[in-house]
């Protein structure tokens, strides 16, 4: 018989460390998804942050894009009047360049 006692009495330890580990377990479970329920609703105004400061680049980006092909139309332009000028000055120069003189 103490042999079946000091079973049973293993059985009950055994049982009353299981329910504590259980309960151990749910609080461990409960301030996990307490935690959790926190930083989701943390990264809501994050999130909506990121999309506008993603949308405030791509805007700055598609102004700079824009300049730049302003930039290079006006280049163009500029260089285009340059060969111009240098042309009239060259049909107009009393002195035309000889074949095989450098300007």
Sequence with gaps: MDRAQQRK????????NLKKRIASAK????????????AEAAAVPLKAEAEKTRAAYLAARDVAD???TGAEQ???????????????NLTESPD?????EPN
């Design 9 to 16: 009495r293993s059985a009950e330890e055994g049982l009353e």
């Design 27 to 38: 609080q461990t479970h409960e301030a996990d998804e307490k935690a959790a329920q926190e």
């Design 66 to 68: 824009n300049k730049r």
């Design 74 to 88: 006006a280049k163009g332009a500029l260089y285009r009047l340059v060969a111009a000028r240098q042309v009239a």
């Design 96 to 100: 035309p360049p000889e074949a095989g």
